[in-house]
């Protein structure tokens, strides 16, 4: 079956830290990989996004890539700030159906 | 981007009385609607997936009479909560698809049932 797991959290880092958030899938044929993110008492947004192996998805500082010999798209950030503070979800699409799978989500906090 | 809206944003009501709550794509026509539901620091669980002008396919342990669902027109889809429960309270979330795999996601309603 289809299925993505994540790093589970909480996660603290002081501000300017590295951040990785460990994200792994299972999935049938070939998904793409997405990683959302929801401040407090909203919605998801799309962080970014990547739609074959070894494509690299980027955006606001965050980076992902699609690693298909490990099953991973782990989300890296070099230098974190306290506006990052939220909750990152990984995600996969099948493509077939246009369903999404969500991973349980990673609380980020970041400190001055 | 695609901007996806919910209305209302917070719904407070007793219990046994029915919720509505609105998606609409306010920017493109979206062919495919989903609904979502999350608790409390938990992931985004599908309930259902709805396309213009036919019936909804619910997930399994979703009860269709439970959560009803329109999707009346391309920019709107509709979820009514009947007969509200407290264990209904949750955060809902739409989201809506006009091309394959593309998902733009509401900000969702945060439905409190006394």
């Known amino acids: 079956g289809n299925s993505v797991t994540q790093m589970e959290g909480p996660v603290t880092l002081s501000e300017e830290a590295f951040l990785t958030i460990n994200c792994t899938y299972t999935a049938t044929g070939y998904p793409s990989l997405f990683w959302y993110v929801q401040y407090p008492g909203e919605g998801l947004q799309l962080l970014l996004k990547?739609?074959?192996?070894?494509d690299k998805g980027s955006n606001k500082g965050f980076e992902a890539t699609y690693r298909k010999e490990t099953t991973s798209f782990h989300l890296e950030k070099g230098s974190v700030q306290v506006s990052d503070s939220a909750v990152y979800f990984c995600a996969l699409n099948t493509n077939t159906g246009n369903q999404f799978y969500f991973g349980t989500g990673t609380s980020l906090t970041v400190i001055p | 981007g695609a901007v996806v809206s919910q209305h209302p944003s917070w719904v407070i009501c007793k219990s046994g009385t029915s919720v509505k709550i609105e998606c609409r794509s306010l920017?493109?026509?979206?062919?495919?609607m989903f609904w979502y539901r999350q608790f409390p620091k938990q992931s985004l669980m599908l309930m259902a997936t709805s396309n213009e002008g036919s019936k909804a396919t619910y997930e399994q342990g979703v009860e269709k009479d439970k959560f009803l669902i329109n999707h009346a027109s391309l920019t709107l889809s509709t979820l009514t909560v009947t007969s509200a429960h407290p264990e209904d309270s949750s955060f809902y979330i739409c989201s809506a698809s006009e091309v394959q795999e593309t998902q733009y996601f509401g900000p969702g309603t945060r439905l409190l049932v006394l």
């Open positions: 990547a739609t074959k192996a070894d």
């Open positions: 920017d493109f026509q979206a062919t495919t």
